[in-house]
């Protein structure tokens, strides 16, 4: 809910959650989340610390809802989760949170995106085809649990269908370049 004084300068309007500091606090993780994944210095410490802290966010104040952290700190919250590829059972303890809230707290897309890399974390096949891996300079969608009926799924939900999602794979990432080792691999 957005608080406003129209006698108050309107760059002063906030968004009214029950937690700030835990939103600032998740706002920060994310950039620094997105800046490490933009670089060229990845590694798995950011997401470890980040996951760390999420568990203890998770305990303190349940899932990070829109009432809870705001609009863009729930978002930002759902994307550090599902970057704690490490810990599976964490992801799958914050999605069944997720799951337990009403559509105006939580995304049902960012609901089925957790769901997706849960499943491909698993082993499993994805149920709304959001994940992909790169394969001989293709985006492709990593197995998916029958794909015959993924569209409608997605349908469901509310995504387009899965030749959109692999169009903006490419509009987002480009063609994946293969290293001359990956192409050694390939060979045999």
């Not at 670089?39 to 802290?53: I, L, Y």
């Amino acid at each position: 809910m957005l608080c406003y004084n129209q006698r108050m300068n309107p760059e002063k309007i906030t968004e009214s959650v029950g937690f700030p500091d835990i939103k600032k606090e998740i706002t920060a993780m994310t950039k620094v989340d997105q800046d490490m994944r933009e670089s060229d210095e990845w590694g798995d410490s950011v997401d470890r610390n980040h996951t760390q802290r999420m568990k203890e966010v998770v305990e303190e104040i349940g899932w990070p809802t829109v009432s809870k952290v705001g609009a863009q700190a729930a978002e930002e919250a759902w994307l550090l989760v599902q970057h704690a590829d490490l810990d599976v059972a964490f992801q799958k303890h914050c999605l069944e949170l997720m799951k337990a809230e009403p559509e105006s707290e939580v995304s049902v897309i960012n609901i089925a995106y957790l769901t997706d890399r849960i499943c491909v974390n698993s082993g499993l096949g994805q149920v709304y085809g959001t994940q992909f891996r790169q394969i001989d300079g293709a985006h492709v969608p990593c197995p998916i649990e029958d794909a015959g009926a993924i569209d409608q799924r997605r349908a469901e939900i509310g995504i387009g269908p899965l030749s959109e999602q692999t169009q903006i794979m490419y509009d987002k990432y480009g063609t994946p370049v293969i290293t001359k080792s990956e192409a050694d691999n390939e060979k045999g």
